[in-house]
């Protein structure tokens, strides 16, 4: 027994050891948490906004709020080359310690006694990025904070994270901070990029940021440079090889300026937020369109036009690879820091085509369907053409490629105004969804709110058979489920895009020659009211391309349209991006068919049409109506009266064909002298009672609001229009008779003051009433 007492006595001991150092473990990790709650890490790094292209170049950056180049340096960006050299250099043991370097800094410690002066800090990269995140004065009792903070960011972080703040935080002397800012503006180039050489002379700077700076000092750099890269070759870091490749490499390196390109593009994305935003900016297409738009918009200034915007999207990837918000952005005179891709404008034209597509889809029109371009008032809305004519008959395919305004209010009237606003919202019109209540049917010609930013988006749907995919602006934008969202058929998208791929049409630029080698496009223009804003959009399934010429301050031009000033630049840049192009144009699905429609209607052709043409539509949605434009009808054999059926006699008369003519077309044609066949007026003798078709007041409005003057009173108009079986109309004042007269003669009358009820019957006994006020004042 007495043998195994000793080991006994040790195990005894070796356990009460064990027991303190558990402990003791348990008493520093207690307080170790109990001050890292205390005194949490400060940890919240303020970085450099940085905007990268396509490829991950930095093109733009914004100096932190205290004004610093604190570019951050991302985990992949962290080369092996420039990891290894690093840490070779600062601390070579940055993977084993836990933050604190105990050996190194008894070491130091030592030294520091012996020799009476600082002679080693001992500092791990742990402890540095601790002084780098709360920096003090150099005393002992720092150094233990700095120790317990390395502590803290070893416990929160991982060694590479670690790694990736030194690198972001380190100093490069003036106001540069980082080895990204270091690496763009001394070298212009990523730090993943850097070379052995680069990498060694930008690690010793931060020990004397003052005494070496690049640009002045590099002869100075390349010695101490040098040092170090012999240090490594002693140590065997580095192949001789790679050794001495960098010490004949020369340090031309100067300080240069951080790149700030695209700047109004760069500012829209600021906003946003975040530390590094990824875009997918093609630079070589960005810079080539920002100069044909800074030549354009100098030739503009001849014409008092001075500003431009263009957007290009590509419609494989959806993504923006382009993005000009003026001419000149440092252009103070003419306001060239506004963004006009993002500002809201009145979008004229433009807007058309979708609405369009949406009637083809809701079976109201077809390409070839006839529309009446001719005066029409809507509760007092009278719209009228861009040149203030009407054209009579017109298809509709007609009236978008001429742009023609009355068919297309017509045809809003027809799908219904919320409708149309539902699915420009479901294409991101911010404005006009907010507007919603407040628009009415002038919306269609510009009488509305919106950027280039959304047209331009909005006309990409063209490109991808109907659906609205959100243009993506960043490479972190979110991924829109499935194919996107339907907006138009793909039937009626193919209908649209081969009416607006036709050359032969006005707003097609005189002035514009070199058309040879461009490629197909379809485009729309537009200019707003005041022709303060002139547009242009065009796409093929490569690319869509929105353009916008005006000026910021809203001066309008009279040389100013969509036509002459934005699809020259429209043209060239098409030809600059996809010149000479064999791009495959765009197929007819499968729910677009062809079929044989009367020229006069639109419609399938009925009994008696005798002109066809082809037209596209879509089976079970177009209308399958036909045209019954042809009527058969029974007069006298004096051809003075028709008959209906009722009163239509036994013998005595004869059949004849004649075109059915509505009111608003006889009006027309009636102003024009224009000759066309008339239907002899209907039986007299008839006892018929003509419940519907009674006269159309269109002069004074209905509902409307009067102000005539006391002194000069000016009389206000009486018109209707009336159906091809009346000659004659009678006109009422407050239900008291006024005038009788031609149907289509227009009368005149000063009214009294007060609300006025206007009547109109004609020769068929058919009534409509109208009230207006009248409010006489002193002018």
């Known amino acids: 027994m007495l043998r195994w007492q000793p080991r006994h006595r040790y195990a005894r001991i070796g356990y009460r050891w064990l027991q303190r150092i558990f402990l003791a473990a348990c008493v520093f990790a207690i307080l170790f948490f109990s001050l890292n709650w205390v005194f949490p890490l400060p940890d919240k790094v303020e970085y450099s906004t940085i905007i990268t292209d396509s490829k991950g170049e930095v093109v733009h950056a914004f100096l932190t709020k205290d004004e610093k180049w604190r570019m951050k340096t991302e985990l992949d960006e962290i080369s092996p080359l420039l990891r290894k050299t690093i840490i070779e250099k600062e601390d070579k043991y940055f993977y084993s310690h836990p933050g604190v370097n105990a050996l190194a800094i008894s070491r130091a410690f030592v030294k520091n006694i012996f020799r009476w002066k600082r002679t080693s800090g001992a500092s791990t990269i742990t402890m540095q990025v601790a002084r780098a995140l709360e920096p003090k004065s150099r005393t002992y009792f720092n150094k233990m904070i700095e120790m317990f903070r390395a502590l803290q960011l070893e416990w929160k972080y991982s060694k590479n994270e670690i790694l990736q703040l030194y690198l972001n935080l380190v100093p490069y002397g003036g106001n540069i901070e980082g080895v990204k800012s270091a690496s763009i503006l001394y070298f212009k180039k990523n730090p993943d990029h850097l070379s052995l050489a680069e990498i060694t002379a930008l690690s010793i700077i931060p020990n004397r940021p003052s005494s070496l700076v690049m640009g002045k000092h590099n002869d100075r750099i390349v010695q101490e440079r040098n040092r170090w890269l012999q240090y490594f070759a002693r140590e065997k870091v580095f192949t001789q090889k790679e050794i001495t490749d960098a010490l004949s490499e020369p340090l031309t390196a100067t300080r240069g300026t951080v790149p700030q390109l695209m700047p109004h593009f760069a500012w829209k994305l600021k906003q946003q937020g975040g530390d590094i935003i990824r875009t997918n900016i093609e630079l070589n297409t960005q810079l080539k369109t920002e100069k044909l738009v800074a030549d354009y918009a100098r030739i503009l200034t001849l014409k008092n036009i001075r500003n431009a915007a263009v957007i290009i999207i590509d419609n494989q990837t959806h993504k923006v690879i382009t993005y000009v918000g003026s001419a000149n952005f440092k252009d103070t005179i003419d306001a060239g820091q506004v963004n006009g891709a993002k500002a809201i404008r009145q979008p004229g034209s433009t807007l058309k085509p979708l609405l369009y597509g949406l009637c083809i889809d809701q079976g109201l029109m077809t390409p070839k369907a006839i529309i009446t371009d001719v005066a029409v008032n809507y509760n007092g809305y009278a719209p009228e053409n861009y040149d203030k004519q009407f054209n009579g008959y017109v298809t509709m395919e007609y009236a978008l490629e001429h742009s023609l305004n009355i068919p297309a209010v017509k045809g809003l009237q027809w799908l219904g105004k919320d409708p149309f606003i539902d699915k420009l919202a479901a294409c991101q019109f911010q404005q006009i969804k907010k507007d919603q209540s407040k628009l009415g049917l002038s919306m269609i010609l510009g009488g509305c709110g919106a950027s280039l930013e959304e047209l331009t988006g909005m006309y990409s749907l063209f490109a991808n058979n109907g659906r609205y995919i959100p243009p993506k602006y960043t490479q972190e934008a979110f991924e829109a489920p499935g194919q996107g969202e339907k907006i138009l058929s793909a039937a009626a998208t193919f209908m649209i895009n081969e009416i607006l791929s036709k050359v032969n049409r006005p707003d097609f630029p005189l002035n514009w020659q070199s058309t040879e080698h461009m490629p197909k496009i379809a485009w729309k223009t537009g200019t707003s009211y005041g022709r303060r804003d002139a547009w242009s959009i065009?796409?093929?399934?490569?690319?869509?391309?929105?353009?916008?010429?005006?000026?910021?301050?809203?001066?309008?031009?009279?040389?100013?349209?969509?036509?002459?000033?934005?699809?020259?630049?429209?043209?060239?840049?098409?030809?600059?991006?996809?010149?000479?192009?064999?791009?495959?144009?765009?197929?007819?699905?499968?729910?677009?068919?062809?079929?044989?429609?009367?020229?006069?209607?639109?419609?399938?052709?009925?009994?008696?049409?005798?002109?066809?043409?082809?037209?596209?539509?879509?089976?079970?949605?177009?209308?399958?109506?036909?045209?019954?434009?042809?009527?058969?009808?029974?007069?006298?054999?004096?051809?003075?009266?028709?008959?209906?059926?009722?009163?239509?006699?036994?013998?005595?008369?004869?059949?004849?064909?004649?075109?059915?003519?509505?009111?608003?077309?006889?009006?027309?044609?009636?102003?024009?002298?224009?000759?066309?066949?008339?239907?002899?007026?209907?039986?007299?003798?008839?006892?018929?009672?003509?419940?519907?078709?009674?006269?159309?007041?269109?002069?004074?409005?209905?509902?409307?609001?009067?102000?005539?003057?006391?002194?000069?009173?000016?009389?206000?108009?009486?018109?209707?229009?009336?159906?091809?079986?009346?000659?004659?109309?009678?006109?009422?004042?407050?239900?008291?008779?006024?005038?009788?007269?031609?149907?289509?003669?227009?009368?005149?009358?000063?009214?009294?003051?007060?609300?006025?009820?206007?009547?109109?019957?004609?020769?068929?006994?058919?009534?409509?009433?109208?009230?207006?006020?009248?409010?006489?004042?002193?002018?």
């Open 538 to 779: 065009g796409y093929n399934r490569k690319y869509t391309v929105g353009v916008w010429t005006g000026n910021f301050s809203a001066l309008g031009i009279p040389e100013l349209s969509g036509a002459n000033i934005a699809t020259p630049l429209l043209f060239k840049i098409f030809n600059t991006i996809d010149y000479d192009s064999d791009e495959q144009w765009f197929t007819q699905p499968q729910d677009c068919d062809i079929r044989m429609v009367c020229s006069e209607t639109g419609l399938p052709p009925g009994a008696n049409c005798k002109h066809t043409v082809t037209d596209y539509f879509i089976p079970l949605i177009s209308t399958s109506q036909l045209c019954d434009n042809i009527q058969e009808v029974a007069i006298s054999g004096d051809n003075k009266i028709s008959y209906c059926k009722t009163c239509q006699p036994a013998d005595g008369y004869k059949k004849k064909l004649f075109r059915v003519v509505s009111p608003d077309m006889q009006r027309y044609y009636e102003e024009r002298h224009l000759v066309y066949e008339k239907m002899p007026p209907h039986n007299p003798a008839c006892e018929r009672v003509f419940k519907e078709g009674g006269p159309a007041i269109t002069s004074p409005r209905n509902g409307s609001e009067y102000f005539i003057s006391k002194k000069h009173p000016e009389p206000l108009q009486l018109s209707c229009n009336v159906g091809n079986d009346v000659h004659k109309v009678f006109w009422y004042i407050n239900n008291q008779f006024y005038k009788a007269g031609d149907a289509f003669n227009r009368q005149f009358f000063i009214p009294e003051e007060g609300p006025v009820k206007i009547s109109c019957t004609d020769d068929k006994g058919r009534n409509r009433d109208i009230w207006i006020r009248v409010k006489y004042v002193d002018l």
